[in-house]
């Protein structure tokens, strides 16, 4: 086994600066960011440490190969000179998925089939399976992923994408990411000493990722991976993963975040995820309009992804919405206020332009993130 591996941690975009801040906070100083991906090299323990620690990235990725091809003798040739074996055992299983993009390759079962014939010939000779692949033990999902001829091979570490944090018992009809709710406290320098709210917080992902960040809770500590089953990485480098986590977690961080929306049965959602997600009643959820937020004490952060009034019939009444916010925290000037919405028109309907904007994707949906920063936090 090669003592470096190179990893593919996969980011929404305009996520990505986020995403490999995150990895070198890690300790990973090898970092290439590109469209979509942050790529860096690390031992065989980055893969628990990455998959437990990454608040913001879709997966980790390991990347097996990387090289051009324009035919499927190419694709064949190259993908069987790679050290399959060094990573997938004798009886794993290894189902092949693919996508291809403005590439002369442009079938994707024919590239599916054909990586899969290759890996099979390379493990059955360097494994000395004579007959078939048993595929039986662990599950090593391989992706082909092939644009503008360039062709990446990797094998998921995840399973599940890693927004599922596994405390979501419940959720409402337009549910934010838990990757990009953590990205967008991230993005603000509020500390866990500052009080935080939401006023739309539907089913609490934002107030629970801003939660987990405050006392510095791994997101992916109530889970699993599909990596814990393989052989090559030491079960030791999985405990070690394990109980620095644990040793990180400051759990007596007091927290003033409070979560609310005009729906109760969101509220009730977002105290059972609470639960699930282990905060108990560190959270503090209410039932209420957003036009009677008040806030008590200074220097607090408001980040927030309220409607964004698509809707039919629904457009008049989020534009009010807007209106009241921008005129309550006119009164409220050393308080920072963050807002993610695809409305154009919201500076306007605010009141005032946003200190910053940053352009990210809800899902499939253009949004911009308005900041506007307290008085006394610049």
Known sequence: MQKNITLIATAAMGLEAIVAKEVKDLGYDEVTVENGRVIFEADVSAIPRANLWLRTADRVKLLVGRFKATTFDDLFEQTKALPWEQFIPEDGEFPVIGKSVKS????????????????????????????????????????????????????????????????????????LKETLAAALVQ???????????????????????????????????????ASEGWDFIPQK??????????????YDQPLSITGSDID????DIAKENAMEAGLGDLITWKQMQMSDLSPKQEDGYIVSNPPYGERMGEKEQVEQMYR????????????????????????????????????????????DYYQYFGKRNR
């Open 104 to 175: 002369k390759l442009y079938s994707v079962p024919d590239c599916q089939s054909i990586v899969k014939k290759a890996m099979v010939d390379r493990l059955k000779q360097r494994h000395g399976v004579s007959s078939w692949m048993k595929e039986t033990g662990a599950f090593y999902r391989t992706e082909v992923a092939i644009h503008k001829d360039e062709v990446l091979l990797t094998l998921d570490t995840s399973g599940s994408g890693l927004h599922k944090r596994g405390y979501r018992a419940g959720q409402g009809e337009a549910p």
């Open 187 to 225: 993005i603000t320098n509020w500390h866990p000493d500052k009080p935080f709210v939401d006023p739309f917080c539907g089913s609490g992902t934002i107030a629970i990722e801003a939660a987990l960040i405050g006392q510095n809770i791994a997101p992916g500590f109530n889970r699993e991976f």
């Open 237 to 250: 480098a999985w405990d070690d993963a394990f109980q620095e986590a644990e040793e990180a977690a400051n």
């Open 264 to 267: 109760p049965k969101m509220i």
């Open 324 to 367: 009241d916010l921008g005129s309550i925290m006119r009164d409220h000037p050393s308080w920072s206020v963050y807002i993610l919405t695809s409305h154009e028109g919201f500076e306007k309907l605010y009141g005032k332009p946003a200190t910053k904007r940053r352009k990210l994707f809800n899902g499939f949906i253009k949004t």
